[in-house]
């Protein structure tokens, strides 16, 4: 059985131009799923694909990078399926895990897929740091009344008690005592 698997990263985007090029690869099911390629633990898609596929079937992808973006996840995957007797696939790549060669290949794409997502998160810092700078970047509003805690402690409380009273961590509690 050809088995097709589809991923975008987020709620917001589409999986239309995949699952048409999985369809025209004539995947008998296909498993798609919005959720980031960064680790392969959140993805019930993915888990559900592995699980459905027999030894002699085989899973297509467009690109290697809709399956993992990580050379660990991606060896993780290529060794389950290899266990399994299922044989690997990229429409957009030429990808045969079958030989030395194709795994080679497949191996320099899982490179270059982590260090994409490296350079990714590299710049959105830069971009983060420059808008701190800037005076427009603030942060996630605080979820722990500061003064609260702080009165809570001066009126004999333990930051355990606080941090239970409150439904918080007692390093929030630790942290607010440091903030002003």
Avoid: H, W
Avoid at 82 to 93: D, F, M, S, V, Y
Avoid at 100 to 111: D, I, S, T
Avoid at 152 to 172: D, F, K, N, Q
């Amino acid at each position: 059985m050809i088995v097709g698997y589809a991923r975008v990263s987020t709620t917001d985007q589409d999986l239309t131009i995949q699952l048409a090029a999985l369809n025209a690869a004539q995947c008998e099911k296909v498993f798609g799923e919005k959720q980031s390629g960064t680790s392969i633990a959140a993805r019930a898609e993915l888990a559900a694909a592995l699980e459905f596929m027999r030894e002699g079937d085989t899973l297509v992808v467009t690109r290697i990078d809709r399956l993992a973006r990580s050379v660990g996840d991606l060896e993780g995957i290529v060794a389950t399926l290899k266990r399994k007797g299922i044989a690997l696939r990229a429409t957009e790549q030429s990808i045969d895990t079958s030989t030395p060669a194709g795994m080679a290949f497949f191996q320099m794409l899982g490179v270059f897929a982590q260090f994409e997502t490296a350079i990714r998160k590299e710049r959105q810092l830069e971009g983060i740091a420059k808008a701190k700078q800037a005076g427009v970047y603030k942060g996630r509003k605080r979820t722990v009344d500061v003064e609260q805690v702080k009165a809570m402690l001066s009126a004999g409380g333990t930051p355990s008690s606080v941090a239970r009273e409150l439904g918080i961590s007692r390093m929030s509690v630790y942290r607010a005592t440091t903030q002003q």
